[in-house]
């Protein structure tokens, strides 16, 4: 039994996204990344068509290739220049009023303290529709020489990520009770007995006093996560109220949705609580041939060159210098794992092939809107998924398609929900709840005061 599907869309602050460039494609409007005109577009075209969320995705750091910057990362846009997600989504909160905004965060490079306070500004103009993506940043061998703070290890940015959400809690959830802002001119304007100081003494961060926001309406902002490792899906699986998995069959899907769930069981939260979201893409046309051929032209777009500088960013791996026969197993990483273990069974030239076809990103389902729609449903019934992340190959042709002709066979088959005017926060809207508040089982609640 297929479940109701949530739907977000898959939105990058750049020209190119997911380690492939496409801004050349006649139908890119993305190159205009820096433009609110595009923005106002895409965040319309999200909330006509009933998608929960929008999300931007984000990174810190550039492509090297054995510590050098090759050109054609520059001259292809693969990584640089991007704006601030958050600031992005600030300008879209006029814009919209049902549509869940949803930015992606690092916690190795930003102090918590000030993070949390971006966090909630958002989360307050908006009325409780933000979500934030929490990442320990793949590419941070780079990032971490331009904030010139030291690198840690794959495992140990989990255990840093741990002790950055205990210091946003007690934020977020602890350093203003709800209704300590009173703003009543013939009382007080804050009530001095629910304002209260924080205390954090850890490891990786000190924080000490009061919170520099009120509390927003959800308090914590909707917590997404996508970390595939098994340090990743522990995280995942304790914080994570949406998590993220790649693209897969859907026996895949099964064994990544089975293992986040078993992994908030284990922190004594039900296995429903997690919303397990599968990133999708998808290119549509009135016949196979057709869809087929279009996807042909986005690889054209493409400088294979730009493939090899585009893994070296995620895993650091220059594939140029192996033999294409090289098994992949016989590579190891500490920046992004999951993206050299998920090709355990590939060699190198595989890799080289499939990343220049779509990168990171996920692999695009191709053909016409009845195999597409049957393609998801099918991956949602055997993966266990309540819902995908939808991921345009050439933004915003690829919404635009995904919108007019798959989504209505969705509603018409019933497994997503009509467009509806309703309007709540992002938490009760994306998790079916009627409180806006972190579930009691979730480990934030308990810093709740
Ligand atoms: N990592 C980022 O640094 N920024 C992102 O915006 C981002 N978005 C993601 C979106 C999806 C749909 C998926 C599946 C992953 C995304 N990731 C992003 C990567 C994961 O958050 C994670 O950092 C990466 O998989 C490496 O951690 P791992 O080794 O635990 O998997």
Not at 4 to 25: C, V, Y
Not at 36 to 60: C, I, N, P, R, V
Not at 146 to 164: I, K, L, P, Q, S
Not at 195 to 212: D, L, P, Q, T
Request: hydrophobic share 40%; no cysteine; glycine share 10%.
């Amino acid at each position: 039994m297929v479940k109701q599907l949530r739907l977000g869309l898959f939105e990058n602050a750049q020209a190119n996204d997911s380690g492939t460039s496409t801004w050349r494609h006649p139908d890119n409007q993305r190159y205009l990344f820096d433009r609110l005109d595009y923005w106002g577009q895409t965040a319309k075209l999200a909330e006509d068509a009933g998608f929960d969320f929008l999300f931007l995705a984000d990174a810190w750091g550039w492509a090297e290739v054995n510590g050098t910057r090759p050109d054609i990362a520059t001259t292809e846009g693969l990584d640089l220049p991007r704006l601030d997600p958050a600031i992005v989504l600030a300008a879209l909160i006029p814009q919209t009023t049902r549509l869940g905004l949803v930015a992606t965060g690092s916690v190795l490079l930003e102090p918590p303290y000030s993070f949390a306070r971006r966090m909630a500004t958002l989360d307050i103009l908006s009325g409780g529709r933000i979500g934030w993506n929490i990442v320990t940043t793949g590419t941070a061998d780079t990032a971490v020489q331009a904030f010139g703070v030291d690198m840690v290890g794959h495992d140990e940015r989990y255990v840093m990520a741990d002790e950055f959400m205990q210091v946003v809690y007690k934020l977020w959830e602890e350093a203003w009770e709800r209704d300590a802002l009173v703003r009543d001119k013939n009382g007080v304007f804050a009530d001095a007995d629910k304002v209260h100081r924080i205390a954090h003494e850890g490891k990786y961060f000190r924080s000490h006093g009061y919170g520099n926001t009120q509390r927003s309406p959800q308090g914590t902002p909707v917590l997404f996560q996508a970390g595939a490792s098994p340090a990743g899906r522990e995280f995942g699986g304790k914080h994570g109220e949406a998590i993220f998995v790649g693209s897969g069959t859907a026996e895949q899907l099964l064994g990544h949705s089975s293992a986040i769930r078993a992994e908030a069981v284990k922190n004594g939260r039900r296995a429903d609580e997690v919303k397990v979201m599968s990133a999708m893409a998808a290119i549509v046309g009135s016949t196979e041939e057709e869809a087929k051929a279009k996807y042909a032209s986005v690889a054209d777009a493409q400088d294979p060159a730009l493939t090899v500088a585009s893994y070296a960013w995620f895993t650091g791996l220059d594939l140029s210098s192996f033999d294409r026969d090289t098994p992949m197993k016989e590579l190891h990483t500490e920046l992004s794992q999951t993206q050299v273990a998920r090709f355990a069974d590939k060699t190198v030239g595989n890799v080289l092939d499939d990343w220049h076809a779509h990168g990171v990103g996920a692999r695009p389902i191709v053909g016409t809107p009845e195999q597409v729609a049957d393609k998801m449903i099918e991956l949602a019934d055997g993966g266990d998924l309540d819902g995908f992340l939808f991921a345009p190959t050439i933004p915003p042709a690829s919404t635009k398609d995904f919108v007019e002709h798959v989504l209505p066979i969705l509603r018409e088959r019933g497994v997503v929900a009509p467009v509806s005017e309703e309007t709540s926060t992002l938490r009760e809207r994306l998790l079916g709840t009627d409180s806006p508040d972190l579930a009691e089982s979730h480990p934030g609640s308990a810093y709740r005061r």
